[in-house]
């Protein structure tokens, strides 16, 4: 797990070492044990090491193989590493260490760049070949880990944030329109391979990106799920359902073990994490440490689910740690939280992530966690109204998005506004072949693309800001795939999730399987009051904001005026929203 960059010239200039320490420098807390540079002509690259696997510097990178002519930077896990390397070996191939990173060379070397496919992990990376100058680079099947790019005449740049980009200078800043409108409409999603400045792209998952030396580029994706069954399903029960799915999560989780330090656990108290813990029980996980946090109840929406954590961590005896995080705490460390983003995400979670990695980094350097269940199982509110959908395109937005196209006009300058580009976006994703019925092509689209760019990167945002990785066995690829051949009556029954809950009664007390649907709460960014008005006021007062103009004034002084009557659709502030973009632009010097 690490921070990566790099700059690869596209005519006869030397890369640039400066800018590629400056992006390094930025990239520092994902990597906190140890730095390396590489640079040889058009090609530098740049690291930060968090020491997981081999944590000796033998695995250190940039890593260089002066007999296979090849250099890589690596920022990820590989589950199987051993098995691969085992693997290559018996095909003659010797190894300097003992990691995860050599093997991805080795692995490159031996099937070309589809070696991908043989990986069980989290992963983004590139690799230069000395002999021909190509630079292949390359991005996990669930987009775990990020991958930024920027490329202006005769160069590209890439880096593990949009920030350390940012950083390196010369990039277009300027917000990009489209990109605009689905924060503000697309529950703060920006899809792959857009981001909210012009300037910068992101290589999407599943994607594999070839650069020749004259600059020629082609992109790969190399997997792809297809929701419903296959051949042979029909006759599977609803048993065999229940053990299909926890066999494979147990997989998912045990893979998740590989580590030279120990393996801790996000107990928020909720089915997804509680399960985690009974397996990794079940696996002879002894003494493990897991990691709640609470904050202050705001009116009737209470602020911590420690009743149901505390319910697992006796039963299955671990070393449990509450960490309750009053408002006092939480609004210093806000700016924090922001500047840890990649990009900028609204969920007021997002500052409950930052400060539980906070405090989990210092007892573990690894955790799993939970994220990723409710989008393959059917956990969500907005699935069951898609089963029997003739609309599919119109009650997926009515259902999701905070704002239709006739609001976004009252919100929006007009000369950012445009078309209707969130809803034109969910319709070409539904028309895709892969997904027939609509609540399928509805999992489809949050598996593939909400998931990625919401939950999946503020987990990794907010662990990596603290040097811990976080690791997510609900998106182990066999599991998503089987996930996608159950049945969907299977997954959203009984408040959703049905197939999961039945398998995790296994393992799981009752109590915390049938108790109500939580989510990761932060009450005080949701019902702006008191000194988190004054700040929100106040970064929409700032000069820049209003220079910047992005939005219509008369519709942010409404927000700021009744901040408690403009929810979304999702029960998200409409105010935090729009004061989140410029406080993640003012962060950032942009």
Not at 114 to 134: D, H, Q, T
Not at 201 to 221: F, N, Q, S, Y
Request: some cysteine.
């Amino acid at each position: 797990m690490c921070g990566i960059c790099g700059e690869i010239r596209l005519d006869r200039s030397a890369a640039d070492g400066r800018a590629v320490s400056a992006m390094a420098d930025v990239l520092a807390p994902r990597g906190p044990d140890s730095a390396g540079a590489f640079a040889q002509g058009r090609v530098a690259f740049g690291h930060r090491r968090l020491k997981i696997i081999d944590l000796s510097d033998a695995a250190q990178q940039p890593m260089v193989d002066p007999a296979l002519g090849l250099t890589i930077v690596f920022n990820g896990c590989i589950y199987n590493y051993p098995e691969l390397r085992a693997q290559l070996e018996g095909e003659g191939y010797r190894f300097f260490s003992h990691g995860d990173t050599e093997v991805m060379l080795k692995a490159y070397h031996a099937w070309g760049p589809r070696f991908v496919e043989k990986l069980y992990g989290m992963f983004a990376f590139a690799i230069w070949e000395r002999e021909s100058g190509r630079v292949v680079m390359g991005r996990d099947r669930l987009g775990i880990k990020p991958l930024y790019l920027a490329e202006t005449p005769g160069m590209i740049r890439f880096a593990s944030t949009l920030p350390a980009l940012v950083a390196a200078g010369g990039i277009d800043t300027d917000i990009d329109p489209v990109a605009l409108h689905h924060y503000m409409s697309f529950h703060a999603v920006v899809p792959a391979p857009m981001t909210i400045l012009k300037g910068v792209r992101k290589l999407p998952p599943a994607t594999l990106l070839t650069i020749e030396p004259d600059g020629t580029k082609r992109e790969e994706v190399y997997w792809t799920v297809n929701f419903g069954p296959r051949s042979g399903d029909e006759s599977l029960s609803e048993s065999d359902w229940q053990d299909l799915v926890l066999e494979t999560l147990r997989k998912a989780v045990e893979r998740r073990l590989v580590s030279d330090v120990p393996v801790g656990v996000l107990l928020s108290g909720g089915l997804d994490s509680s399960i985690i813990v009974a397996l990794l029980a079940e696996a002879g996980q002894h003494g493990l440490q897991t990691f709640s946090i609470g904050f202050e109840t705001v009116g009737n929406e209470r602020g911590d689910e420690f009743q149901y954590s505390d319910i697992i961590a006796k039963r299955f005896e671990t070393d449990h740690h509450k960490l309750f995080v009053d408002s006092s705490r939480t609004l210093p460390e806000l700016q924090n939280c922001v500047r840890a983003m990649a990009e900028p995400m609204v969920s007021h979670d997002a500052i409950g992530f930052y400060l539980l990695s906070q405090e989990v980094a210092k007892h573990v350097k690894v955790v799993q966690s939970g994220q990723g269940a409710d989008e393959i199982f059917g956990g969500y509110h907005w699935y069951p109204p898609m089963m029997g959908s003739r609309d599919p395109v119109s009650d997926y937005a009515r259902v999701f998005f905070d704002r239709d196209q006739s609001e976004m006009a009252r919100v929006l300058d007009p000369r950012m506004l445009g078309d209707d580009h969130s809803r034109a976006f969910v319709e070409r994703h539904f028309a895709q072949p892969g997904a027939d019925r609509p609540i399928d092509k509805a999992m489809r689209l949050d598996t593939s693309v909400m998931l990625v760019d919401d939950p999946v990167k503020r987990v990794d945002n907010m662990t990596m800001a603290w040097g811990l990785e976080g690791r997510v066995p609900f998106l182990d690829h066999d599991l998503v795939e089987l996930a996608a051949r159950v049945p969907p009556e299977l997954k959203i029954a009984e408040g959703g999730k049905y197939v999961l809950k039945e398998a995790g009664r296994r393992v799981v007390p009752s109590e915390v399987i049938d108790r109500p649907k939580g989510y990761f709460p932060m009450p005080a960014l949701k019902y702006l009051r008191g000194p988190y008005l004054d700040l929100v006021r106040d970064v929409l007062n700032e000069p820049r904001a209003r220079e910047r103009g992005l939005f219509q004034r008369d519709y942010v002084d409404r927000l700021l005026a009744e901040p408690d009557s403009h929810i979304t659709p999702l029960r998200g502030s409409k105010l935090w929203q729009v004061a989140l973009l410029e406080f993640w632009l003012q962060t950032h010097g942009i």
